[in-house]
Nanobody, 124 residues
């Protein structure tokens, strides 16, 4: 399974972006998708995730109320819509697939496949 993340860019504080994560190859019929980010000089941190069933969505407190996860199952594509972006949201954003279809996992080591990352830069 390969994941392709896209949609990053340079925006101003308060702007919005929508990231996409498309799976190709032979993904399982159900898989969870997590979003993570890594800012310069920092470790990879959890942002949000949707379970394989789509029934459970989880957000880190830092993005809750501003970011929204959604899915187009027919296209094997997940979206991360980011509103009211802040300079502290600047990072490389990654999507990852969790082949364990139940529940949500925040630990990046639990994920089975990763996209290459897309840069999000928010200027003040």
């Amino acid at each position: 399974v390969q994941l392709q993340a896209s949609g990053g860019g340079l925006v101003q504080s308060g702007d919005s972006l929508r990231l996409s994560c498309t799976a190709s190859g032979r993904p399982p019929s159900r898989y969870g998708v997590g979003w993570f980010r890594q800012a310069p000089g920092k470790g990879r941190e959890y942002v949000a995730a949707m379970s394989g069933s789509g029934k459970t969505i989880d957000y880190d407190d830092a993005v809750k109320g501003r970011f929204t996860v959604s899915r187009d199952s027919a296209q094997n594509t997940e979206f991360l819509t980011m509103n009211n972006l802040k300079p502290e949201d600047t990072a490389i954003y990654y999507c990852a697939a969790d082949f364990q279809p139940l529940g949500i996992r925040r630990d990046p080591t639990a994920y089975n496949a990763w996209g290459q990352g897309t840069q999000v830069t928010v200027s003040s």
